[in-house]
């Protein structure tokens, strides 16, 4: 498999696990999970589009735990 980088962020995917997710279940080759789930973005940003919440592979973004 060529190397496959996840189009909103660049993470490399090297797994399909990695891979994010359409509504159907179907995965996603252009964004990872942590960008693109259930055919929806997770990227959020404050009300002026300014800021993203960032990715939490990266260690600055927010996840589950809070």
């Not at 660049?10 to 789930?37: A, D, I, Q, R």
């Amino acid at each position: 498999m060529n190397q496959v980088f996840c189009q909103s962020c660049g993470m490399p995917m090297k797994e399909s696990s990695v891979f994010g997710t359409e509504l159907t279940g179907e995965k996603n080759k252009e964004f990872c999970l942590y960008c693109y789930e259930n055919g929806e973005f997770k990227t959020k940003y404050d009300d002026g589009g300014n800021d993203p919440i960032l990715h939490p592979i990266y260690g600055r973004g927010r996840d589950e735990r809070g």
